[in-house]
């Protein structure tokens, strides 16, 4: 489990996210491990940023932040990406269990 602890870090007030994601999925959920990633599948369709807004506004939703605290570190065009998240407000159930297992 320690590769995927490396996949969510909390760093001070800052969370960090190494995510594979799928787009184009019939619902918006965390969907467990993808190699050294955490997979989160959503809804946006890979067309013209869709994706990055869509995954922006989601995770800034279940955080409880501002969508302007949500920054895609890299990854910008491609499937796996990193993020961060400044200052959560509340931390995902299922991202506060990784959090845990890595404690």
């Known amino acids: 489990m320690a590769a995927l602890s490396q996949a969510v ?10 995510l594979y994601l799928q787009p184009k999925a019939s619902r918006d959920q965390f969907a467990g491990r993808h190699g050294d990633e ?18 922006l506004k989601w995770l800034a939703k279940r955080c409880r932040v501002p969508k302007s605290q949500v920054t895609i570190i ?26 845990a297992d890595s404690a």
Do not use: C, F, M, W
């Open 9 to 18: 870090r909390l760093e001070g007030d800052v969370l960090l996210l190494s």
């Open 38 to 55: 955490l997979k989160l599948a959503i809804t946006a369709p890979p067309v013209d940023g869709q994706a990055n807004a869509y995954l």
């Open 74 to 99: 890299s990854g910008e065009t491609s499937r796996h990406k990193r993020l961060k998240v400044i200052r959560p407000r509340e931390i995902p159930a299922e991202l506060a269990d990784l959090l």
